[in-house]
C-alpha cells in the first residue's frame, strides 16, 4: 500500500493503476476495496485518493 501512496503523491495515475491491478491480480479479496480507489483515481481525486491510502498505511 505504500507504494500506491507514493505514487498517488506523485501524481503517477497510471503507474497507480497498473499496480492495483496486480494486487487484485494476486487477492481478489481487494477488489471492492480496489473498485474504489480506482474510481478516485480515474478522477483525479488525488487529495481523497491520498487520504484513503494514508488511511489504510496507518492500519497496516
Do not use: K, P, Y
Not at 473498485?35 to 478522477?43: D, F, I, Y
Request: hydrophobic share 60%; proline share 0%.
Amino acid at each position: 500500500m505504500a507504494r500506491l501512496l507514493d505514487l498517488a503523491e506523485r501524481g503517477r495515475i497510471t503507474d497507480l493503476l497498473h499496480a492495483l491491478a496486480a494486487i487484485e491480480m494476486e487477492d481478489a479479496q481487494f477488489s471492492a476495496w480496489a473498485a474504489e480507489v480506482r474510481a478516485m483515481a480515474e478522477a483525479f481525486q488525488l487529495r481523497e485518493l491520498c487520504a484513503a491510502l494514508a488511511r489504510v498505511e496507518v492500519r497496516c
